[in-house]
Structures are given as structure tokens and as C-alpha cells.
């Protein structure tokens, strides 16, 4: 144990310092002393240090593991003194960057000893390292620096119709892939999806849409609606009818059609309605002045002031007020006009300084004029002036002679120049108008005798006036055609109608979809006509009975007769289409007759029929056509061995000469995967035979497709030559005799490996024809046939208040029908939808419930007034006629 070394003492006397020393024994330095005290820090490592320290002993103190520094301790009478820093904690430099990630100190303030960083991948990317954080050690940063890679989304599979422009199986974060349809008739199923990108999660933004037929549904339309609910879908090219409500108008004047719009089916233009409004030119044009107006859109029912220039008007009026209508036009076109002359010769006029092909003279000019021979210059006008109301003087020529003496009666003596005079026969029943003329009396007639009045049983006539006479019944009896109580003749008319008794029946009504026969005796007790309904309709009724007097339905109106339940579109059968056009609906008994695409074969029977509203319950279908047994030499199959093979599946070869092995595969086109080669005689079926013949196959020349010998009657007009054709090159056939058809194709074209793209044709006579196709609401001339030579023609005939569009036959043309036309349907003009819209036939058609395409009908209000936008003249246009209404 150290003891004290030295005592020193300190004596104050009377404010003197008086030093006595006292020699003592030396002290020690204890590691105690050093812990306890204020030089000591927890880096430093005093595991090799002593308890005690004679006095001037100088010691070194290490630095725990992780820090670093240079410290000395120095015993000093008792006491340590020191020397040096303070251990420090060792520092690891920079961590590391990572790429597409960033870092932060987790723990610690700087890269030193006992300090951890951890790594963080930037969106869009995922760590792949099992750490992502590094220690500074003794020795450094421990592990590596972590990596971060992109996230990576799943494969995208889409349909074989859809194009794809991006790569849907290897994307990463950020990648985009955009869609599109391979067909021009085809869009996206959802036009949201035609752009997808991979997210910072590694999922697609959406689902890789389907490519669909081009269809529109109906869309909303603001201010109007489309009248046939029933369709709540259209194709491509379909034409959306819609109505405005009152007093709006189509935004548009082109009718708005399903279209395809860059990747999406739209209506175009987009089917709206505006308000009706008539537009007004700002500023005014030329000549012309509103009162009062800053604006330039009037609804219907205002009016507007026009004002004219002083050479300008409107009809002839320099002041008008118009008024905007309901159609969106003024009652007057508020455009005033240059006032103009017309400058074609006026009457009596005999020389005219006014040329005809020149522009029309304006108001207030002046032009020098001489009149014919009996005539003069009104008022004495040495010229004719342009005015507001045409040339003046009015009329520039005058009569100035009296040129025709008394022609009958006493009336006057004589007349001047283009007076006329009205004549009548003595029977009071003709007259004749005779006019004085520069060369005498014009016009004269005789009176010849008049129409003969004809006998009309059981009725009378009256007249004839202006050659015709008008008959009716007397009481009790009535007219045969029912169309009226009175009727008219003329005097060549070989025959009146007759006049039958009240209780009998006259001519058959007229019904839809069919006709009456008429009863051919009418003294039976009971006469019925009977019903003869179209094709594709029936009846539920086989006559029509007459019953005091009129035709009547039992139970039934006319219009209900010959009804026919229409069948929907038939239904789909996969691998196959329909070989007609498309259609809404079918009539019954309509024939719809399947083909199945390239590489199927029907399977029982291909026609199906329209039966009372629902199609014929048969099993059409259309299976794959099987791939024969392949004969390959120098090859044998290794499996069990078929007659035939079905669609996509595969057979395992092997070849005689090696040990090698592949597989053909059965595709709707043939046998696929198979590649022969001639070397040196011997024959390689296998893919795997290239490797060991790469050096002879590699001097092989390109092959070319050799021009075999022409059948008799075929000709090459344009060919050249040669006995062998390159790779794209073309070969166009003709037949040589004139009358012989081809048989096959036109064009045939050398492809690669050279084969030819299509047989060669033949020429022979020209195919007939099976028989002639079904054309809706129509029939044909004559009997049917199954077989027509060609040329041979078939006439199709509208039925009853149908309207043909295009030709009248179909011909027989090398097997093929050739010619266009349909049948254009009638309008029905119901009387309860009339007397609901308070309208009715204002020419008196009192029995056309029916009207062709293209006829015209006129209404008239039966009370209240016009209103709406639809004209109260209405056009039947295939079966849609829209109705006026009154209110």
C-alpha cells in the first residue's frame, strides 16, 4: 500500500509568510483515482492497467475496440496528469450508394463505429438482398451494399385479335403497354384499358381488354329521346333515329351513325338537340338595319324590325317585321336586297336597251324602249325607269287601235287589242273565251252536242260539267265500292259503279299482309270472302263475312287479319355464319341456311326455318375437319398409328437412317412441323437432321416455282416466257375461247420454297346456279327450281304496298347470283294514334290505311291548332311515317 511521501505546511504569522518544510514519505497514483475521476471515459479499455502507480510513473490507456485515440497518464505527488486525446470512435467512411434506392443513420450521427444505415428500394422497386441495413464495425462496414430491383408484373395474355405495342410479358415498374384491334370492324371492350401500365407494386393498372364487334348503345339525349325502345343496340354503319322535344331541333343536320372512333364505337356526330332558334347576321349586312337588337339568336314567337337602305329591299318593301318561327326560320329572310328590274323584254315591247345576259338593271335607272306595231308609249315616257315596283311607266306599251268589229250578239261595236269575250253554248252546258289579237278573233270554238247523260240503275246523275257528271244512289241503296256516297265520270267511261241494296256487300276491303277473294255468287244465305294471307303470315280466321251489309271480322279489325309472329335473329352456331344479310326480324317460314368456316364440316342438315315466331330445333353444327394419316419417307410413326387425326393433335416420327425424332402436329390448315431435304438421294424428315447437313442445305440456291403446262384453254396474256418464276411473282389467267368461264382463281403467286399460292385454274362452261336466294317481303315470278343454267334470270315481285329499290332480277353469272334490290315497307297510319294527335286526312283518303314508300300524306287538325316541329306534309320512307300533332 502507497503512503503519503511529502507534507508541506503553511504558517501565517502577523501577515508574513513564513514556508517551513517538513521532509514527509512519497505517494503513490491508484487506478481507483483514475476511474473516479474526471479524465476517465467508458471508450477507454484499463482492463491492462495496475491497481497503483509510484509517483512519476507515466502510463499509456488504450481505447476500447471500435475507437481510437493517444492518452497518457503521469503520477504526480498523488495525482494523475494527463496527456493526449480522448479515445474517439473510429469512422467507416461512406456506406455505399445502391442503386434505385436511398439511405438514412438509423442509429449513430455519423459513419462511426456503432452507427447502422439502412437502405430503402425507390418506388417502383423491391429489395433482393436478405439485409437491407450495414454496420460500422471495427474493421468497417459489415455485409454488402443491397440491391434493388425493378418490380416486375405478370405475363399479359390477350386474344389473337388484339395487337399489342409493348412487351406484356417482361414489364417492369413504368413499362407501358398499349392496345389496339387487328381488325378495322373490331374495338377494345373497354376503351379505359387500351393503355395499361406496371405499377410501384408490380400489378397491371387494369385488365388486358377484348377486342368486340363495332356496337353502340342508345345514348342519352338531352332535350330528346329515341322512339324505338326496343333497340338497345346497334352495329356499325346503323343510323340512330332520335326525336327533339318541342320547340328543340338536332344539333346536328348529317344523321348520326355508329362508328369506330380511333379505339372505342361511337355515335357520330353525338346525337343532341338545341333549342330552335333563329339566327340573325352581325353586323347587318349591306343595305340592311335592325331596330334595336345587340343580339343574334331570337327563340320562336319574336319578331324583329328590318329596316332598307334606299335602294334596297324586301319584297319590294323598304320596312318589314319578321317574326321567328318554330322550325328555327323567319316568316321573312331578314336580309335586305339591292332593288333590281328584270330585264326580259316586257309585253308589246319592241326594241329594249336592256340585254339579257347582262346583270338585272337597279333602281332608279333609266332605259330607252319602242313598242310594236299598235301600240305606244304610255303617258308619253320616252323611257322606262327602274323602281321599287318594276319598270314604269306600267305598262310601258298601250293599245292605240280598235282592230276587231262585232262577232256575235250586240254587246259592242268593236273591241280594242287583247280584250276577250266569253261565249255560251245554248245548252247552257259549254262555254268558250275568244280574244282580239293584232290578226283578228283567236279562240273561236263550236258548240258540239253535249255529254250524254248516263241511265244509273237504282241512282241519278247530274251534269255533265266540263265533261264530266256526277252519280249517286237513291235511298236504300249504295255504292259498290264503298268509298264514298257520291261518285264521278267521264263521258268516255265505259262503266259507272252499280248500285246495290243496303244490306248487301260491296267491293272487299283492303287488309295487310294478304288480300280477299272476293265471293264469286251473292244470293246465298251466308257470303264470306276468303282470306289469302302472303308468305310468312297467317290468320286466324279463313273468312270474312258479310253481315247487313258490311264486311266484318268476328272479333277481329282489319288491320289484326294476317298477322305474322316474327322470329329474332337465329341463333349463333359456332365455327359458322349465315349466308344472308343480317336481319332485325324474319318472317315465318323464312329459311336461314348456315356455311361453316375453312377446315369445318356440317354435320346434318344446314337450313333452319322461321316457324310462328320461333326457330326449327336442329342440331346444326360444325366440327373440325381431320387431318389424314401423314405418309412421310424414310419415317416411321412411333405411337399407335390412326386413319386420322383431329385438330391439334400431335404424332411422333422417327426417322429410318438416324435416331432422331419430331412431331407433327394437325392444324386446321393440314399437317404443321415437318421439313424435308434432298441431299445426295438420301431424305431427312427431321428438324434435327439440319445440324448434321447445315454445310449442304447452306449451298442450296433459292428455290423457284416451275409454270407447269397449261390446261387446253388457258392462257397467260401477260406472262412471259419462262419456265420458272421468283418468290412474289404473279401469274394472271384468261380462258382463250370466248363463251368458257374460269374455274378457280384469277391470280396465283409464287411463295417461298416454291409452291404456287392456289391451283392453277381451268377454263370451261360457265356453272350454274342452285336456288336463287330468299329477299325479304318479296316473291318470285313463277315456279322455283334447284338448278339454273347461267344466265338464267329470276324475277322477284314486291309484295302488296311494297316498294322495289334497285333491279328487278336476279341473274345466274358462273354460279353466282348476281343483283341487288329490296323490298321498301308501307307505312300504317293508325286512326286511334289520329284522333289522338287531333288530326286527320285533309284531302279525304278515307280508306288509305296503308302507304307505299315515298307516298306523301297531308293532315289537317281536327281541332286546336298545329304544333310541334314535324310538318303537317308526311313522307312514308321504309315503313316510318312520323305524325303531325294538334293541340
Not at 290468320?539 to 289484326?560: A, E, F, M, N
Amino acid at each position: 500500500m502507497h503512503v503519503i511521501n511529502q507534507i508541506c505546511v503553511l504558517l501565517l504569522v502577523k501577515m508574513q509568510i513564513i514556508y517551513i518544510s517538513v521532509f514527509c514519505c512519497p505517494t503513490d497514483c491508484t487506478l481507483q483515482q483514475f476511474l473516479n475521476g474526471p479524465m476517465f471515459d467508458s471508450n477507454f479499455d484499463t482492463t491492462g492497467l495496475q491497481t497503483s502507480y509510484p509517483a512519476g510513473k507515466q502510463i499509456r490507456v488504450g481505447c476500447s475496440v471500435g475507437y481510437s485515440g493517444f492518452f497518457k497518464l503521469t503520477c504526480v505527488e498523488g495525482k494523475w496528469v494527463s496527456k493526449g486525446t480522448v479515445c474517439q470512435p473510429k469512422s467507416c467512411g461512406h456506406p455505399g450508394d445502391a442503386q434505385f434506392a436511398d439511405f438514412n443513420l438509423e442509429i449513430g450521427d455519423d459513419f462511426v463505429f456503432g452507427s447502422k444505415v439502412v437502405y430503402t428500394c425507390h418506388k417502383g422497386y423491391q429489395m433482393v438482398s436478405r439485409t437491407n441495413y450495414r454496420h460500422c464495425m471495427n474493421e468497417g462496414w459489415d455485409g454488402v451494399v443491397p440491391v434493388c430491383e425493378a418490380q416486375q408484373c405478370t405475363v399479359l395474355h390477350v386474344d389473337r385479335n388484339v395487337q399489342v405495342n409493348g412487351d406484356p410479358e417482361e414489364a417492369t415498374y413504368g413499362n407501358v403497354v398499349r392496345f389496339s384491334c387487328k381488325s378495322n370492324s373490331h374495338v377494345l371492350s373497354d376503351p379505359e384499358s387500351a393503355e395499361l401500365y406496371c405499377d410501384e407494386n408490380g400489378e397491371w393498372s387494369g385488365q388486358a381488354p377484348k377486342c368486340i364487334e363495332i356496337k353502340c348503345t342508345v345514348p342519352p339525349i338531352e332535350n330528346g329521346h329515341v322512339p324505338d325502345r326496343y333497340i338497345q343496340e346497334y352495329k356499325e354503319h346503323d343510323v340512330l333515329h332520335f326525336m327533339c322535344n318541342y320547340l328543340h331541333k338536332p344539333t346536328e343536320d348529317r344523321p348520326s351513325k355508329c362508328t369506330k372512333v380511333g379505339i372505342k364505337a361511337e355515335w357520330t356526330p353525338t346525337p343532341a338537340c338545341e333549342p330552335i332558334k333563329c339566327k340573325l347576321p352581325l353586323p347587318p349586312l349591306e343595305g340592311s338595319r335592325y331596330e334595336s337588337v345587340s343580339r343574334n339568336r331570337f327563340l320562336p314567337g319574336e319578331t324583329l324590325r328590318v329596316i332598307c337602305g334606299e335602294k334596297y329591299g324586301i319584297s319590294n318593301n323598304q320596312e318589314v317585321v319578321t317574326m321567328c318561327k318554330e322550325d328555327g326560320e323567319w316568316t321573312i329572310r331578314p336580309v335586305c336586297t339591292e332593288v333590281v328590274c328584270s330585264n326580259e323584254r316586257p309585253q308589246h315591247v319592241y326594241s329594249w336597251d336592256v340585254s339579257y345576259w347582262r346583270n338585272q338593271p337597279k333602281m332608279g335607272e333609266t332605259k330607252r324602249y319602242s313598242c310594236e306595231t299598235g301600240y305606244k308609249r304610255k303617258d308619253g315616257a320616252t323611257q322606262a325607269t327602274c323602281t321599287r315596283n318594276g319598270w314604269t311607266p306600267n305598262p310601258l306599251c298601250e293599245g292605240i287601235v280598235k282592230m276587231c268589229d262585232l262577232l256575235y250578239g250586240e254587246e259592242k261595236e268593236s273591241y280594242s287589242q287583247n280584250e276577250e269575250v266569253q261565249y255560251e253554248c245554248n245548252d247552257r252546258e259549254q262555254w268558250f273565251t275568244v280574244t282580239c289579237e293584232q290578226s283578228g278573233w283567236t279562240g273561236i270554238k263550236s258548240c258540239t252536242d253535249a255529254c250524254p247523260k248516263p241511265e244509273v240503275p237504282n241512282g241519278f246523275a247530274v251534269g255533265p260539267y266540263n265533261n264530266t257528271i256526277y252519280y249517286t244512289c237513291k235511298k236504300g241503296f249504295k255504292l259498290f265500292s264503298n268509298k264514298g256516297w257520291w261518285a264521278e265520270a267521264k263521258c268516255n267511261d265505259d262503266q259507272l259503279q252499280q248500285c246495290i241494296e243496303n244490306t248487301k256487300c260491296g267491293e272487299t276491303p283492303v287488309i295487310p299482309n294478304g288480300k280477299l277473294e272476293p265471293p264469286q255468287r251473292q244470293n246465298l244465305r251466308q257470303i264470306q270472302a276468303r282470306i289469302i294471307c302472303n308468305k310468312g303470315y297467317s290468320t286466324q280466321v279463313d273468312y270474312l263475312p258479310c253481315r247487313g251489309g258490311k264486311w266484318i271480322p268476328d272479333g277481329l279489325s282489319l288491320k289484326d287479319i294476317s298477322t305474322a309472329k316474327h322470329c329474332k335473329p337465329p341463333p349463333k352456331v359456332e365455327n359458322a355464319v349465315v349466308q344472308t344479310a343480317y336481319q332485325k326480324e324474319y318472317l315465318s317460314n323464312s329459311p336461314v341456311t348456315y356455311q361453316c368456316r375453312d377446315g369445318y364440316d356440317m354435320e346434318g342438315e344446314d337450313t333452319i326455318l322461321c316457324d310462328n315466331g320461333k326457330w326449327e330445333e336442329k342440331n346444326v353444327t360444325c366440327t373440325q375437319r381431320p387431318c389424314e394419316r401423314l405418309h412421310i419417307e424414310d419415317a416411321v410413326i412411333t405411337g399407335e398409328e390412326k386413319e386420322s387425326y383431329s385438330q391439334n393433335e400431335e404424332v411422333q416420327y422417327k426417322c429410318n437412317n438416324h435416331d432422331e425424332r419430331f412431331t407433327v402436329t394437325c392444324e386446321q390448315s393440314g399437317w404443321t412441323g415437318i421439313k424435308s431435304f434432298r441431299i445426295s438421294g438420301i431424305i431427312c424428315c427431321c428438324l434435327y437432321c439440319l445440324k448434321l447437313l447445315i454445310k449442304q442445305i447452306l449451298s442450296l440456291k433459292t428455290e423457284k416455282c416451275k409454270v407447269p403446262r397449261l390446261s387446253d384453254g388457258l392462257q397467260l396474256p401477260t406472262y412471259e416466257q419462262r419456265d420458272q418464276l421468283r418468290t412474289g411473282e404473279k401469274l394472271t389467267f384468261t380462258c382463250r375461247r370466248r363463251g368458257d368461264f374460269l374455274r378457280g382463281k384469277a391470280e396465283v403467286e409464287c411463295l417461298a420454297g416454291g409452291r404456287w399460292s392456289d391451283p392453277f385454274p381451268t377454263c370451261g362452261a360457265p356453272l350454274g346456279c342452285g336456288t336463287p336466294p330468299y329477299l325479304a317481303d318479296a316473291d318470285t315470278r313463277g315456279a322455283l327450281k334447284f338448278q339454273y343454267r347461267h344466265g338464267e334470270t329470276v324475277e322477284y315481285i314486291c309484295q302488296n304496298y311494297y316498294r322495289k329499290e334497285g333491279e328487278t332480277y336476279k341473274t345466274c353469272i358462273n354460279g353466282e347470283w348476281i343483283g341487288q334490290m329490296r323490298c321498301l315497307k308501307p307505312c300504317t297510319v293508325d286512326r286511334e294514334l289520329m284522333n289522338r294527335y287531333n288530326i286527320a286526312f285533309r284531302y279525304g283518303y278515307s280508306d288509305k290505311l296503308y302507304s307505299p314508300h315515298d307516298d306523301t300524306i297531308e293532315f289537317t287538325c281536327t281541332k286546336g291548332r298545329h304544333t310541334g316541329t314535324l310538318s303537317m306534309r308526311q313522307k312514308c320512307i321504309d315503313g316510318v311515317m312520323n305524325l303531325p300533332t294538334c293541340q
